[in-house]
T-cell receptor, first 112, second 112 residues
Framework: DVKVTQSSRYLVKRTGEKVFLECVQD?????MFWYRQDPGLGLRLIYF???????EKGDIPEGYSVSREKKERFSLILESASTNQTSMYLC???????????FGAGTRLSVL | GENVEQHPSTLSVQEGDSAVIKCTYS??????FPWYKQELGKRPQLIID?????GEKKDQRIAVTLNKTAKHFSLHITETQPEDSAVYFC???????????FGQGTRLTINP
């Protein structure tokens, strides 16, 4: 079974804080993705990565950055958290069947 | 880029009845169309997918149809059961691109 693990289920941060969301997969998947999920907006892609140290912007990258120093770990960084970044964040990875995405359980972030 | 529209946003059906969720896409190069189910508090999981070389695919009570000319695809659930209650997301991609564009989601409620 593929396991995609997000380090926190719930986070509460203050405006202006630097926030790190961590995602780890245990299946040696090459591709990893970060989405945010908001009611009525579906899943919107923030950033994705095809390989170590490689990243590409998704549809809504503004205010976010990412880091992939190791194949199994993909981090989402909010440089200076704002209230409009309050959301559910989902990490996903794909393996040899490249379009089947395996999701983590999500991190619900509240920025106060 | 690709744009996926999903309707309806909410759907309520009586147990045992059928449910249909529809999606349209904009990019004629898209050739892979998965559906994900997200139960309350859980991660999205792939339930069925279809590629552009077929018009219909069925797996027990769920089926997906694809009309490439009209650029729309639909999820059909027959003999609905309470455990079908969830949020359903459609998505589209060009398999070479490896990333998915999701629809806005449909909250399906099965009434006993």
């Amino acid at each position: 079974d593929v396991k995609v693990t997000q380090s926190s289920r719930y986070l509460v941060k203050r405006t202006g804080e630097k926030v790190f969301l961590e995602c780890v997969q245990d299946m040696d998947h090459e591709n990893m993705f970060w989405y945010r999920q908001d009611p009525g907006l579906g899943l919107r892609l923030i950033y994705f990565s095809y390989d170590v140290k490689m990243k590409e912007k998704g549809d809504i990258p503004e205010g976010y950055s990412v880091s992939r120093e190791k194949k199994e770990r993909f981090s989402l960084i909010l440089e200076s958290a704002s209230t409009n970044q309050t959301s559910m964040y989902l990490c996903a990875s794909t393996g040899p069947a490249k379009n089947i995405q395996y999701f983590g359980a999500g991190t619900r972030l509240s920025v106060l | 880029g690709e744009n996926v529209e999903q309707h309806p946003s909410t759907l309520s059906v009586q147990e045992g009845d059928s449910a249909v969720i529809k999606c349209t896409y904009s990019d004629s190069a898209s050739n892979y169309f998965p559906w994900y189910k997200q139960e309350l508090g859980k991660r999205p999981q792939l339930i069925i997918d279809i590629r552009s070389n077929v018009g219909e695919k069925k797996d027990q009570r769920i089926a997906v149809t694809l009309n490439k000319t009209a650029k729309h695809f639909s999820l059909h659930i027959t003999e609905t059961q309470p455990e079908d209650s969830a949020v359903y997301f459609c998505a589209a991609s060009n398999e070479g691109a490896q990333k998915l564009v999701f629809g806005q989601g449909t909250r399906l409620t099965i009434n006993p």
